[in-house]
């Protein structure tokens, strides 16, 4: 079992720029993957960032050059720094990890992002 807590989430002016955190807990060794989606009112969940356990990231087109994700293994948290921020951005933002071994994932609650026109 692996427990997601995210937090930074609030309001943004477009342009402005804000970093979410997820700190991780629980069979942590079995995480090989983490990353961050969102989920806007009336679509569907999507990928914004994920980073492996060597360091690999990926990032969806929208995002790019804009967002950054990192990670801190001594404090088992992934942060997602986003600047430049666009009305479009506004969603609830939900930390992810992933196990190749076990094939399953483990989502947070959801930090509320809006970013402001």
């Known amino acids: 079992q692996v427990q997601l807590v995210e937090s930074g989430g609030g309001l943004a002016p477009a342009g402005g720029s804000l970093r979410l955190s997820c700190q991780a807990s629980?069979?942590?060794?079995?995480?090989?993957?983490m990353g961050w989606y969102r989920q806007a009112p009336g679509k569907q969940r999507e990928m914004v960032a994920t980073?492996?356990?060597?360091?690999?990231?990926n990032y969806v087109d929208s995002v790019k050059g804009r967002f950054t994700i990192s990670r801190d293994g001594a404090k088992n948290t992934v942060y997602l720094q986003m600047n430049s921020l666009k009305p479009e951005d506004t969603a609830v933002y939900y930390c992810?990890?992933?196990?190749?071994?076990?094939?399953?994932?483990?989502w947070g609650k959801g930090t509320l992002v809006t970013v402001s026109s």
């Open positions: 992810n990890s992933y196990s190749y071994l076990y094939g399953v994932d483990y």
């Open positions: 980073i492996t356990s060597p360091g690999s990231t």
């Open positions: 629980g069979t942590i060794s079995s995480i090989n993957r």
